[in-house]
């Protein structure tokens, strides 16, 4: 019999135990023995809940349990949550986090102390969801070298992204409309400002790199200024705006970063919609692939690191081999990376064309006083220093 132990009794650790009961039988048959949650931790208690009786306040409970051998952490924040995790391992545990924050952080040092105790930390449910894109880049795409990972890694962001497409609404409107139904939070800085989707492709860009990358080092720009004038202008290109986290190999580093977008219609992302994630990859022998679905959720998510506990058990005894040197890996500059920008501005045609040459123009009669224009490809660098010239820019979205 497995025992484990749920630090975490939130939205994912009762979906843990949920999904544990619900498939008990396959699940055990997959692992080959039987599985029983011996304890969850909490800072509460839950009453009558038939919960309570396997409820500890002491992380230090389950550490010096040796019938304990996998541990999920399902709290969410570094703190305490890294000092837990740590103290299992070291106590000879697995670990399965569905925790972005810690293993955006500490990831690198985690799987380094899982190797020398000869256990393993396991963090699927950390990026994507339900998805299984870190076991696919893990172990099923380690044929190819990576050239790019793009991916809707932010339900929030999306789903107001799709409403505002659909109904050509603003914003502002969108977002509290999202916050009386539970798919935005009260305060939704993370989500909307790219901070989540952020620390999400800084781990998804470490996997493939071998190396740390910092989710600080990721250029970040998140939808709140996005408007359904952009949405026209949009629809009128035949693309949608989406918020991309986006990785690309330049050389032997990579490009990262989280924007707005403009996506064309036979992009395998242009259909992602409402609260789905989907992760595009690109590999230099497979070529494109792409892994769709729930990307949050207590089911999905405890889906995901359900499946790392049935990994982790199968596994007992045996490190799994996983490259993640500590070593901060300097990310190459965006200001190189090369694009079309789709820009609105104030200025005139005349001054568009003594800066920026032959453009586009993307004619919107809604949009009265301003003009909107599509660049020939330039790198940001030189993008930047033309807008800078031309002034009066109300928008710029790049092309993808
Ligand atoms: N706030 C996140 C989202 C939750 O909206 O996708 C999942 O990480």
């Not at 994912?12 to 055990?28: L, Y």
């Not at 798919?183 to 939704?188: L, N, Q, R, S, V």
């Not at 986290?245 to 580093?253: I, K, M, N, Q, W």
């Not at 792409?290 to 596994?315: C, I, N, Q, R």
Request: one cysteine or more; hydrophobic letters at 40%; proline letters at 3%.
């Amino acid at each position: 019999m497995i025992k484990i132990a749920v630090m975490g009794y939130g939205t994912i650790g009762s979906g843990v135990v949920q999904v544990i009961e619900t498939n008990q039988d396959s699940i055990c048959k997959k692992i080959g023995e039987g599985i029983e949650v011996k304890y969850v931790l909490d800072l509460r208690d839950f009453g009558d809940d038939p919960i309570q009786s396997k409820v500890v306040h002491d992380y230090q409970t389950i550490a010096a349990d040796p019938e304990v051998a996998i541990v999920v952490e399902s709290m969410g924040g570094v703190e305490p949550a890294y000092t837990f995790v740590k103290a299992m391992l070291l106590a000879g545990k697995s670990v399965t986090t569905s925790n972005k924050a810690l293993v955006a952080a500490r990831g690198a040092e985690l799987v380094a102390v899982a190797k020398e105790k000869n256990v393993n930390f396991m963090f699927e449910a950390s990026v994507g969801g339900g998805i299984p894109i870190i076991r696919a880049l893990n172990s099923c795409l380690t044929a190819d070298r990576i050239e790019e990972i793009s991916g809707i890694v932010n339900g929030t962001t999306n789903y107001i992204m799709t409403k505002m497409a659909e109904e050509g609404c603003d914003f502002d409107e969108v977002l509290k409309e999202a916050q009386d139904k539970g798919y935005a939070e009260k305060d939704p800085t993370a989500d909307i400002e790219g901070h989540d989707a952020g620390r999400k492709i800084a781990i998804l860009t470490s996997l493939i790199a071998g190396q740390q990358v910092d989710f600080e080092d990721v250029h970040t720009e998140g939808i709140s200024k996005i408007t359904a004038t952009d949405i026209l202008y949009a629809k009128k290109m035949g693309r949608v705006i989406k918020l991309l986290a986006t990785s690309r190999e330049v050389g032997d580093t990579y490009t990262v970063m989280v924007a707005p977008f403009l996506l064309p219609k036979e992009h395998p992302l242009y259909t992602v919609n409402g609260v789905f994630n989907a992760v595009f990859v690109r590999g230099n022998m497979l070529g494109d692939a792409m892994f769709y679905g729930s990307g949050a959720g207590s089911l999905p998510t405890a889906s995901a690191v359900v499946a790392d506990v049935v990994e982790l058990a199968k596994h007992i005894g045996r490190h799994i081999e996983l490259e993640w040197r500590p070593e901060k890996l300097p990310i190459a500059d965006y200001r190189q990376q090369s694009t079309r920008f789709f820009v609105r501005t104030g200025a005139d045609k005349a001054a568009v064309e003594n800066v920026f040459g032959s453009v586009e123009y993307i004619d919107v009669p809604e949009a009265a006083g301003e003009i909107g224009f599509l660049t020939t490809e330039m790198k940001e660098a030189e993008y930047e220093e033309k807008a800078g010239k031309l002034g009066s820019v109300i928008q710029m979205i790049r092309f993808h």
